[in-house]
């Protein structure tokens, strides 16, 4: 599977934006995706998942509310919208790809998913 993520740049905060993972080389609706995202100094930390038909959703508790996971499987594409970003959102964002999963899973551990995009850089200033 490649992924291919898109769609960050630098915001000021309280802005929006909307990352876009592309993916090719397998079957995109038996794909459980994932968003993680790694800040400077810090550790890669898990910030959305969702389920092959998009109607399972988790979010790390630091984004609950603000962000929101999609998918359009016809698309091969999963989105995170991202509302009232904070400077603390500063990071690189990768998406993921679990194909190791049942219909209706999710999937929050890094450890779970076997692919990986490039990274998008989100940098969200005071």
């Known amino acids: 599977v490649q992924l291919q993520a898109s769609g960050g740049g630098l915001v000021q905060a309280g802005d929006s934006l909307r990352l876009s993972c592309t993916a090719s080389?397998?079957?995109?609706?038996?794909?459980?995706m994932g968003w993680f995202r790694q800040a400077p100094g810090k550790e890669r930390e898990f910030v959305a998942t969702i389920s092959w038909a998009g109607t399972r959703k988790e979010y790390a508790d630091s984004v609950k509310g603000r962000f929101t996971t999609s998918r359009d499987n016809a698309k091969n594409t999963v989105y995170l919208r991202m509302n009232s970003l904070k400077p603390e959102d500063t990071a690189v964002y990768y998406c993921a790809a679990d194909d190791n999963t049942v219909a209706g899973a999710t999937s929050t551990g890094a450890n779970r998913y076997e692919y990986w995009g490039q990274g998008t850089l989100v940098t969200v200033s005071s």
């Open positions: 080389g397998r079957t995109f609706s038996r794909l459980v």
